[in-house]
C-alpha cells in the first residue's frame, strides 16, 4: 500500500475539481491491458464538509458503461465486482479509489486509451450531486499494476505453501 500512495503523491498528473465540499486529486487512467476492452480510474475524493457524503455514481462517454467497482479475494482469487451503494466519503476525510481496491470501471471503451487522453467523467455524490472530473490516461502506471499483482500472487503462493497446501 506504502507504494501506491507514494506513486500517487509523485504522479505529476492529477485532475482536480470542486463543487460544494468534495475535491478529486490525483486521478489518472488506466486501460486494462493493451487488449482489454475495459479501462479504470483512481482518485483521492476528499470532502471538506461536515458531514459524510457518497458517491453512488459515475459516467462517461468514453465506454459503455461506468460502474463503481471493488476488488474482492473469493477462495485466493482477485476478483472485482459492482458496489451497489457506491462509496462513503467521510467528512472532513478522504476516501482513495486504488489498484486492488475501489475504482471506476469504464467497461466497453470506444477507443483504446492513449497517454495524455483526457477523460471527462462524472461523479454523482447523493449530497454533493454531480461533479465533473477531467481525468488524465498514464499508461505508466499500467506497467505498476502489473508488477504488484506479480508480487501478490508470489505472496500468496507463499502463503498457501507455509499453510500447506493440498497437493496437485
Ligand atoms: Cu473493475
Redesign the pocket.
Known amino acids: 500500500m506504502k507504494t501506491i500512495l507514494s506513486l500517487a503523491a509523485a504522479a505529476t498528473l492529477f485532475a482536480s475539481a470542486a463543487a460544494a465540499d468534495i475535491e478529486v486529486h490525483h486521478a489518472y487512467a488506466i486501460q486494462s491491458s493493451p487488449v482489454a476492452p ?1 479501462g ?1 480510474a483512481f482518485m483521492v475524493i476528499m470532502n471538506t464538509g461536515d458531514a459524510d457524503d457518497q458517491l453512488i455514481a459515475a459516467s462517461s462517454d468514453v465506454s459503455a458503461r461506468t ?1 463503481l ?1 471493488t ?1 474482492i479475494m473469493e477462495d485466493g482469487v482477485a476478483k ?1 465486482r459492482e458496489v451497489e451503494g457506491g462509496f462513503t466519503i467521510p467528512a472532513q476525510g478522504h476516501h482513495e479509489l486504488a489498484r486492488g481496491a475501489d ?1 471506476v ?1 469504464f467497461l466497453g471503451i470506444n477507443e483504446p486509451f492513449e497517454d495524455g487522453d483526457i477523460l471527462h467523467v462524472t461523479l454523482t455524490f447523493r449530497d454533493a450531486g454531480d461533479v465533473e472530473v477531467e481525468i488524465p490516461v498514464d499508461l505508466g502506471q499500467l506497467s505498476n499494476m502489473n508488477a504488484m499483482s506479480h508480487d501478490e500472487m508470489m505472496e500468496s503462493e507463499e502463503h498457501k505453501m507455509e499453510h500447506g497446501s493440498d497437493s496437485h
Do not use: G
Open positions: 475495459a479504470a460502474e467497482h476488488h472485482m475504482h470501471m
